[in-house]
């Protein structure tokens, strides 16, 4: 079965310093990953996604993250945090299909991201 | 600008009441999920469509159903509110099946059951 371990659930980081949210997951097959950014009251927003092209991904905001599929990780960073970057952030695995097809989406327990002065 | 609207965005009821949350989609996507999100949880899914007429069962679908008249809704009944349904619930639809289509997600209803 898939699943997803987002190894933090709480990050915090001075603004201009590099941001690390890390990720592990588990697949019995060739998974898709992505990363979702959650603002305070908002709906979640692709940030990036991994589908076995290119192992570095990058995505918008100046986010990427490595495939490391020896380890099975995931992680997301950012050379450079702003204040607007504050929100959780959840790491996604799609593998499985569910019935009638389509993928089944395992989400993570997020990590919540805070970027202070 | 296509996009995918919840509402209401707050709901508080009482135990044993009928809930229907709404959820509207302007993509023109065929594939619909509800989602949801609790604490140390993260995203569950309820209940997903293919199509017109097509719904499936999630992961957590019991006290929760779906129908599908057309492309662009696809609504939560609570039939009977429980407590452990209070939650926040997210809706989202995506294009196509394949293992790496994006879901693109809707801003949420807060549902607390009294």
């Known amino acids: 079965a898939q699943s997803v371990t987002q190894l933090d659930s709480h990050v915090s980081v001075s603004e201009g310093t590099p941001v690390l949210l890390r990720c592990n997951y588990s697949s019995s097959y060739s998974p898709s990953l992505f990363w979702y950014v959650q603002h305070p009251n908002k709906g979640l927003q692709l940030l990036l996604k991994?589908?076995?092209?290119?192992?570095l991904v990058k995505g918008i905001n100046g986010f990427e993250a490595e495939f490391k599929k020896s380890e099975t990780s995931f992680h997301l960073t950012k050379p450079s945090a702003h204040m607007s970057d504050a929100a959780e952030y959840f790491c996604?695995?799609?593998?499985?299909?569910?019935?009638?097809?389509?993928?089944?989406?395992?989400f993570g327990t997020g990590t919540q991201l805070k970027v202070e002065l | 600008d296509a996009e995918i609207t919840q509402s209401p965005r707050h709901k508080i009821t009482e135990t044993g009441r009928q809930v229907t949350l709404a959820c509207h989609q302007t993509w023109n996507h065929n594939n619909m999920f509800w989602y949801r999100q609790d604490l140390g949880h993260g995203l569950r899914l309820i209940h997903y469509s293919y199509g017109v007429h097509d719904t499936n069962k999630g992961e957590v679908s019991d006290g929760y159903s779906v129908s599908r008249s057309n492309t662009e809704d696809l609504p939560l009944t609570l039939e009977s509110a429980a407590s452990s349904q209070t939650s926040v619930y997210f809706c989202?639809?995506?294009?196509?099946?394949?293992?790496?289509?994006?879901?693109?997600f809707g801003p949420g209803t807060r549902l607390t059951v009294l």
């Open positions: 996604v695995v799609s593998d499985r299909i569910l019935t009638g097809g389509g993928n089944k989406l395992t």
């Open positions: 989202a639809s995506s294009e196509y099946r394949g293992s790496t289509d994006t879901q693109y």
């Open positions: 991994y589908t076995s092209a290119a192992t």
